[in-house]
C-alpha cells in the first residue's frame, strides 16, 4: 500500500484551514512535513493522527528541546537597578 502525500492546500482543505496556517503549523513542529526537493508535502497519516489526537500549543523550538525561555522583557525598575548595580561595582 502507497504512502498518501499530500500538498499544502490540499492539507488546509481537508483541514478546513488556510494554507498559511498550516504552513505555521509545519514551521513549528505541529505538523511534520517531507521535503522533495523544494516542494512540501504532508503524509494523509499526519493529517489523520491530528484530526484523532489533536496538537501541541505552539512552542519554541529551546521549549522543545526542554529549554526554558522567557518572552518577557525587564521592567524598567529591573532595568534601573541593573544599571545601578553596573555602576556601583
Known amino acids: 500500500m502507497e504512502e498518501q502525500l499530500l500538498r499544502v492546500e490540499a492539507t488546509a482543505k481537508i483541514l478546513g484551514?488556510?494554507?498559511s496556517t498550516?504552513?505555521?503549523m509545519l514551521w513549528d513542529?505541529?505538523?511534520r512535513?517531507?521535503?522533495i526537493g523544494r516542494a512540501t508535502r504532508v503524509r494523509k497519516q499526519e493529517?489523520?493522527?491530528l484530526i484523532l489526537y489533536g496538537y501541541e500549543p505552539q512552542r519554541s523550538i529551546k521549549e522543545r528541546q526542554g529549554g526554558i525561555v522567557s518572552r518577557k522583557k525587564p521592567k524598567r525598575a529591573e532595568a534601573a537597578t541593573a544599571q545601578e548595580r553596573r555602576i556601583d561595582q
Open 17 to 19: 484551514l488556510s494554507p
Open 22 to 24: 498550516i504552513r505555521k
Open 29 to 31: 513542529g505541529r505538523l
Open 33 to 35: 512535513r517531507i521535503k
Open 47 to 49: 493529517i489523520d493522527d
